[in-house]
């Protein structure tokens, strides 16, 4: 199942599994958006747009359209 970081649960920790190979590939990886980081969706500007996430150990603003170039899996938690 790909699902994009549009797409994500608030407050839930995810991981970066891939990014969608275009134009903004290389932008998002140098904003830290690398498979195996994590990723978690904090909020959303009233329309929606942008979004807030938390990457590793900072906030990163990205548009929805951005957004939907990372591709997310849940993250395994080990008891």
Do not use: W
Not at 9 to 35: H, R, W
Not at 48 to 75: C, H, M, Q, W
């Amino acid at each position: 199942m790909n699902v994009t970081a549009d797409h994500i649960e608030f407050n839930k920790s995810y991981e970066i599994s891939a990014l969608k190979e275009n134009d903004l590939t290389q932008k998002l990886a140098e904003m830290g958006c690398v498979p195996g980081t994590e990723i978690m969706k904090l909020y959303t500007a009233p329309g929606g747009d942008p979004i807030a996430f938390r990457i590793d150990s900072y906030i990163l603003g990205l548009r929805k359209s951005e957004a939907e170039n990372i591709f997310v899996k849940p993250t395994v938690v080990e008891n």
